[in-house]
């Protein structure tokens, strides 16, 4: 054997080494505690929702849209109203914002149980996101459309989402939109019968003398954000409240 310190040759049992003079016995070294590292806080990636996600589930949502809206329905349709105006007055240039101001309002319903007509001037903060949504999925679904209508409805559907996506998850208007078309692809067919059902209600509400539209926008609105809750779920810090 060798001494463990300088090297010498030293017999088989000796304790200390003649040259060095230290000992050769085997001195465990005490093992230092392993501090764990805390792991960072989940990133949220678009696209992978947090929620359930999976196949669509029309009547539902559809059902529960409309338990949302009567608990509060003069509000919501006031709300409604409001958003519709000023996007009009604003030649469409508000209408994301107040569309994402909406479904704020609806939002905070869901989850406190009560509405805030200030919400709905909380969309103007992602204004810019609104209105660049807006105007490109109005492309799309126009392109869309062109190929026998269906497709259109397809794409209005793959970005149903992407208001939500945009304040609840602070995303920008395209990562929003790839993150909406990442749920829906779960079930393109699913998506686009409840999106077609959603409108149609809408067509209802135009028949009965255009009153009932002032209803049937809103309890689509709800829906939507119904659909969203169950299929990616809200960010329970709730920051857009602020």
């Known amino acids: 054997m060798f001494c463990q310190f300088c090297g ?5 049992g000796t304790k200390f080494c003649p040259t060095c003079g230290r000992s050769q016995e085997t001195v465990e070294q005490p093992i230092a ?4 590292i805390p792991e960072p806080p989940p990133q949220y990636i678009p696209g992978n929702d947090g929620g359930g996600g999976g196949s ?4 539902k949502w559809i059902s529960d849209g409309w338990q949302i809206l009567s608990g509060e329905l003069l509000l919501l349709v006031l709300a409604s109203l409001l958003g519709a105006i000023v996007a009009n007055v604003t030649v469409g240039i508000l209408a994301g914002a107040f569309a994402i101001g ?3 309002v609806i939002t905070r319903k869901i989850l406190q149980n009560r509405v805030d007509l200030g919400d709905l001037f909380k969309g103007l903060k992602y204004w810019l996101d609104g209105l660049l949504a807006t105007m490109v999925i109005a492309i799309f679904v126009f392109v869309g459309t062109l190929f026998c209508i269906i497709p259109g409805f397809v794409v209005a559907a793959m970005y149903m989402f992407t208001f939500h996506f945009i304040y609840d998850k ?3 208007f395209w990562e929003a939109m790839q993150a909406s078309h990442n ?3 779960q079930d ?3 998506y686009t019968i409840f999106l077609v059902c959603v409108a149609l209600l809408n067509v209802a509400g135009v028949i009965a003398c255009f009153v009932g539209i002032l ?3 809103p309890w689509g609105h709800a829906a939507v954000t119904a659909a969203y809750r169950d299929a990616v779920g809200f960010d329970p810090a709730g920051t857009y409240f602020s």
């Not at 505690?33 to 764990?36: A, H, V, W």
């Not at 669509?56 to 009547?59: F, L, M």
């Open 188 to 190: 393109y067919f699913g």
């Open 215 to 217: 209803v049937t926008i």
């Open 8 to 12: 010498t040759a030293v017999e088989d």
């Open 56 to 59: 669509a589930q029309t009547g």
């Open 33 to 36: 505690p392993q501090i764990p």
């Open 170 to 172: 602070r995303l920008g």
């Open 183 to 185: 749920v829906v692809k």
């Open 102 to 104: 909406i479904n704020i």
